[in-house]
């Protein structure tokens, strides 16, 4: 038994694993690395770093091999159409896997740890890209090394999952805080990743979207980027900074209008004609 669980150890360190879990059961579906990845991300979201680690490091043993010789193959980031993207997938999947796998051990305190595992995506997995079902790729590395900063700075500044939604809400926060610089840095990342997104679904409208509750929904980008120009006005303005909110109020009525924001109590409100009002006040 000794001489199994010293097998598995050696095993498991030649793989690159970071600090596996103890043993347990763990249902890894169909063994596929999308699975694998996926599965992580619900145990990231439930807090369950033994399962990450589980799922990660599955992972790992299956496809970083595959994942390597990907890596070098490349000297960019793979371009083209979401098929060719994919192509990669060994790559996407392992970068992905282990920024999970970071992420859990920031989160759970362990510094070192989560320092190791996002220094492997910046260095040896650098051009995997991570698929966001909202219909987008997002760059592991480049997160990770946001991670890093963050550890190495001390700074509380988190983007999360690097969701809209998740960075208009921490923007919501520091607005109420009157926090100026972390209400710029959080727009300022919705609109750098969701910008372009945004204006596409801006173009495709001629009327407020209004047929259900989803259908607004489905105009994420343009509403969070929306939102988050107003909130970036508020913050101008509470600051005292007026001309840097006539700006942020104005890119808002002019390029994104057609954006809405959702009411925790129910409703959907109107950025754009709540800027219009701000900037007619700003005049007056």
């Keep these: 038994m000794k001489k199994m669980v010293l097998a598995l150890t050696i095993l498991t360190a030649s793989l690159g694993m970071i600090h596996p879990p103890q043993a347990m059961a763990y249902n890894f579906g169909d063994f596929r690395s999308e699975t694998l990845t996926t599965k992580a991300w619900m145990a990231l979201k439930e807090g369950d770093i033994e399962a990450v680690l589980a799922y990660t490091n599955k992972c790992l043993e299956l496809y970083a091999e595959q994942a390597q010789k990907m890596q070098a193959s490349l000297e960019d980031y793979p371009q083209g159409s979401n098929d060719d993207i994919f192509s990669y997938w060994a790559l996407n999947d392992i970068s992905t896997s282990l920024f999970i796998q970071g992420e859990a051990y920031r989160q759970a305190g362990m510094e070192d740890e989560a320092k190791e595992a996002f220094m492997k995506v910046v260095n040896d997995y650098t051009y995997g890209q991570a698929w966001d079902p909202k219909g987008w790729f997002w760059k592991p590395a480049e997160a990770s090394k946001e991670k ?12 999360g999952d690097y969701t809209s939604s998740f960075m208009t809400t921490q923007a919501w926060k520091a607005l109420k ?10 727009t300022d990342k919705v609109i750098a990743l969701y910008g372009d997104k945004a204006v596409e679904m801006q173009n495709s409208l001629t009327e407020y979207a209004w047929e259900s509750k989803d259908k607004i929904f489905s105009y994420w980008a343009l509403n969070d980027v929306g939102t988050s120009l107003f909130i970036r006005g508020e913050a101008y303005k509470k600051a005292g900074e007026t001309d840097k909110a006539r ?7 002019d390029d994104f209008y057609y ?16 800027a219009q009002q701000a900037l007619e006040e700003l005049e007056a």
């Design 259 to 274: 954006s809405q924001c959702w009411d925790p109590n129910g409703w959907f409100w109107k950025p754009a004609e709540a």
């Design 177 to 186: 805080d009157n926090d100026l610089e972390s209400v710029l840095i959080y």
């Design 247 to 253: 700006e942020a109020y104005k890119s808002l009525v």
């Design 148 to 159: 890093l900063l963050m550890i190495e700075t001390g700074s509380d500044i988190d983007f």
